[in-house]
């Protein structure tokens, strides 16, 4: 195929050339090709990228002044280029991080559209100012103003639908944006930037800048940046929440999950198979917030362990542009040994495990991994308490409803989790003492409107739902004096 190869950056609204000669170059993971390559960037790089966001957000008639309707006009014919593009970043995605194409076809190809409608729309039927009567005689104006130049730093796993949870809310704020993406993931948002072109984003509104871990640090760092805006990694994440809480700047931070799936004794696991897979396997393991601590009741442990076992030997392993596939390949080399060295000490830990463990026959290329079960283990086991990422599942028995709300909530992560049974209202209440940011009843899925986040080290703020775009505004008030006389 014809290599993907992009000479420059996007900063200022243009194409730039890089300060420097280094490059990116990116691999498929489901046969290890060089699929392509993008300028990395440099130090010099990122400053020109902050001056111009920070130019156009302080330009007293840009994009930050601009009436929410203006801002949406702009923001709707972004999302019409994004949605032109789609099939072509859906196909990126997964030949870069091995996301199976009918997954990429909904989260990377059609989502960014929606978030950025969803929050134009947040922002023309609210009012960004109101009038307060005070109570020592005078009145106050009280409005909410963007909060900056944002800093936006995503991880590989779902880079486009990830990226737009920063971006939709940040610019129909009025923010201006430099976005990091992961060096795994480039070629998809070089794909944005050219729709950003296309849509006529003013000057300065969005840059993208691709880089290492030390690119990013120095990102975070920058005296230019108003707010950081990560996902990633809990070791990052807290790095990150240091520099912030030095420098005073205001951060989110969606971080990593072990999260729980609680099977009630009454629940037909059997019946739900597709939810479940998609709530624990989804994307080969590669999103933090599946449920890959499985908790099944005693009395139907076995049955349990049976019924997963059966349905994770049934996943088809396979190329990720094969709408069949249901497993694609890991990100990377780096990403399938790592797991592998998690499978290892799961057995060395005394874990039987039932199916996969393996390199799959007939994949001499590409980082393909069978997904794994492991049973017979406790909620105390290295492959329960710590994020794999990748597809490995930990299946722990419990005795009742009591002991698998304390099993789900003894994690020191709280992002995501589920709860399984016949009766929704049961669940709902077993839902509720569970200690984590979001919890799905008999499925998974994060729908715009609602907050997203967790609590504990899966990090700090929300990202989705009105919520989502509060940490891109500030409050003002003007205090008005009461009238003469």
């Not at 930990?394 to 009591?402: H, L, N």
């Amino acid at each position: 195929m014809t290599t993907i190869e992009y000479p420059q950056l996007y900063i200022g609204g243009d194409w730039t050339a890089p300060t420097g000669s280094d490059r990116i170059e990116v691999r498929c993971a489901a046969n290890e090709d060089r699929i392509g390559s993008v300028p990395r960037a440099s130090r010099v790089d990122i400053d020109a990228a902050v001056g111009s966001a920070r130019s156009a957000f302080d330009d007293p008639d840009g994009w930050s002044t601009w009436e929410p309707k203006e801002r949406a006009e702009v923001l709707e014919r972004f999302a019409t280029e994004l949605e032109a593009r789609g099939e072509e970043t859906a196909r990126r995605v997964s030949m870069q991080n091995g996301m199976p194409i009918w997954m990429a076809q909904q989260f990377e190809a059609g989502f960014p559209a929606l978030l950025l409608r969803y929050y134009s729309d947040l922002m023309t039927s609210a009012a960004v100012e109101e009038t307060r009567p005070g109570m020592l005689g005078g009145t106050t104006l009280v409005s909410r103003q963007p909060v900056g130049v944002v800093a936006a730093i995503v991880p590989w796993n779902v880079p486009q639908g990830i990226s737009f949870l920063k971006l939709g809310p940040a610019l129909a704020a009025g923010c201006t944006v430099v976005l990091k993406p992961a060096e795994e993931t480039v070629l998809d948002a070089f794909l944005m930037a050219e729709a950003a072109a296309a849509a006529g984003l003013p000057e300065g509104v969005l840059n993208i800048v691709p880089g290492g871990r030390d690119i990013g640090e120095y990102l975070v760092e920058h005296p230019g940046i108003d707010k950081v805006s990560f996902t990633g990694s809990t070791i990052a994440g807290r790095w990150i929440a240091e520099a912030c809480g030095r420098l005073l700047r205001p951060v989110t931070l969606e971080l990593g999950g072990k999260s729980a799936a609680i099977i009630l004794d009454d629940a037909d696991l059997a019946g739900c198979l597709e939810q479940f897979f998609a709530a624990t396997m989804l994307n080969n393991g590669q999103v933090c917030y599946l449920s890959t601590r499985v908790l099944a009741p005693r009395n139907r442990y076995n049955e349990i362990v049976d019924t997963i076992t059966d349905l994770v030997r049934t996943l088809k392993i396979g190329d990720p542009l094969d709408p069949e596939t249901k497993i694609g390949p890991l990100v990377s080399a780096r990403q399938r040994e790592r797991v592998e060295g998690y499978i290892a000490k799961g057995q060395s830990e005394g874990a039987r495990m039932t199916t996969g463990g393996s390199r799959p026959k007939g994949f001499d290329r590409g980082w393909f991994l069978e997904p794994t079960v492991f049973a017979d283990l406790d909620n105390n086991a290295t492959v329960s308490r710590e994020e794999i990422f990748g597809p490995v599942l930990s299946v722990i028995p419990y005795t009742d409803e009591r002991e698998a709300i304390s099993i789900a909530n003894d994690s020191d992560y709280g992002l995501g989790g589920t709860v399984w049974s016949a009766d929704a209202d049961r669940a709902v209440k077993v839902a509720r003492r569970v200690r984590s940011g979001t919890v799905g009843v008999n499925h998974y899925l994060n729908d715009p409107v609602a907050p997203f986040g967790g609590i504990k080290q899966s990090g700090i703020g929300r990202e989705l739902g009105p919520e989502g775009l509060h940490p891109f505004q500030v409050f003002k008030t003007v205090y008005l004096p009461p009238p003469a006389g």
